[in-house]
């Protein structure tokens, strides 16, 4: 369906007590273009990034783990050196059609091991400082009055940490859960708040909560057979896919998917099973879903994934690993330079781990995540975005 067709089935008109706001005046008018969009993925628990994309060319990876290394006869190969976990085979039709790269050795400047601090400095953007109040991905969108009201959409029951700040955004842990209880009455105590940010937020909340009860009453198959896992990350990505396609404004959005904190038996009996293995088939299954989905439509759109920090090169006794330091990314898109790699190798050799136990970051995780900004969504001061950065050489992320 496309733009204008839309928003006359919708009826969305029929819920508004004020103006049209700017930017759906113009969408009914058909004098908006298709927006590129930008969506950003945590893996929270430090995802062990040397069982997920293998560095299978590498005897020591086989020498620090004799119980949970990925045997090579079971690896994906990329490219002779590094290859993708099994579960993560959903992802190769995307590898050979060059829109999946990826950047291993990535990671934050900052030395923490501390979950909570590594999370709140990747999203915030600001590696090593905690006063920072807002996210990376908020201040990626351009300030834009014309704005639609799910311009910015984390996917959950709050809005993420990234995504905070002066531009709005709306947290929505479901398409059909997305409502206010006698919307109405709230919404009038609202347009008459004295306090006029409280008013403006008030006024975005429910454009929000109009335009999406209207996309939900739309009945949503994905296209190209794509099916998406059950999870909850699965069905993100699935209504993320449904917003883009409504053709409403969306730019910037947010999904995550918890619980690789893998210290005890992250593989199971085989590399095929196990917590890792699970949450590895649960994840590649979703993306490829979504850019299977998406396939006519991914040089608009961009996924970018990343996780707070790696983990030890070494397997620890109870068949796991501890907190790291290097870890990956995966960028994920029409316009992204894939089949390839990136990044600074620096080898697994004891002498060239950090510390002696973990992978070294050689790519820092916000040139990775700027080159996607700038060169995807257009943003041109990332020091605003990233502010007290300077960047590194780039690693060739989006094509040029």
Do not use: C
Request: proline content about 6%; aromatic content about 8%.
């Amino acid at each position: 369906m496309n733009r204008r067709a839309f928003f006359k089935s919708s009826g969305i008109a029929l819920f508004g007590t004020g103006a049209v706001p700017q930017w759906l005046a113009r969408s009914v008018a058909g004098e908006t273009e298709r927006r590129r969009v930008l969506v950003a993925i945590f893996q929270r628990g430090a995802v062990d990034a040397l069982n997920m994309v293998v560095p299978h060319g590498e005897k020591a990876y086989y020498n620090y783990r004799p119980a949970i290394a990925v045997p090579r006869e079971r690896v994906i190969d990329l490219d002779g050196h590094f290859g993708l976990h099994p579960a993560l085979a959903p992802l190769k039709p995307a590898w050979d059609s060059r829109q999946l790269a990826i950047v291993h050795a990535v990671g934050s400047p900052d030395a923490t091991r501390s979950h909570f601090d590594a999370q709140d400095y990747m999203e915030s953007g600001t590696p090593g400082v905690k006063s920072t109040r807002d996210g990376w991905l908020n201040r990626a969108l351009p300030k834009d009055a014309a704005r639609s009201p799910v311009r910015a959409v984390s996917m959950g029951p709050a809005l993420a940490r990234t995504l905070r700040g002066p531009q709005p955004a709306v947290a929505v842990q479901s398409l059909d859960s997305f409502r206010v209880a006698e919307s109405a009455k709230f919404e009038e105590m609202y347009s008459r708040a004295a306090d006029q940010p409280l008013a403006a937020a008030g006024r975005d909340t429910f454009e929000a909560v109009k335009l999406i009860e209207s996309i939900r009453k739309q009945p949503y198959t994905p296209a190209n057979g794509a099916e998406y896992p059950g999870g909850r990350f699965g069905q993100s990505l699935r209504q993320i896919a449904q917003l883009i396609k409504a053709d409403v404004g969306l730019e910037v959005a947010f999904a995550d998917l918890g619980g690789w904190d893998h210290h005890v038996n992250e593989v199971g009996p085989t590399v095929e099973q196990g917590p890792l293995a699970n949450l590895l088939r649960e994840f590649g299954g979703a993306l490829a879903a979504f850019h299977r989905d998406l396939e006519d439509r991914m040089d608009d759109v961009a996924i970018v994934t990343m996780s707070e920090f790696g983990r030890t090169a070494r397997e620890n006794g109870n068949r796991g690993t501890d907190h790291g330091h290097g870890g990956v990314m995966l960028a994920l898109g029409g316009r992204v330079n894939g089949g390839r790699v990136l990044g600074e190798w620096p080898g697994l050799a004891p002498e060239q781990l950090y510390e002696g136990r973990d992978l070294a970051v050689t790519t820092d995780f916000r040139d990775v995540l700027g080159e996607v900004v700038a060169g995807h969504l257009g943003a041109t001061d990332l020091s605003r975005v990233f502010p007290g950065h300077r960047p590194g050489a780039p690693r060739g992320v989006l094509r040029t």
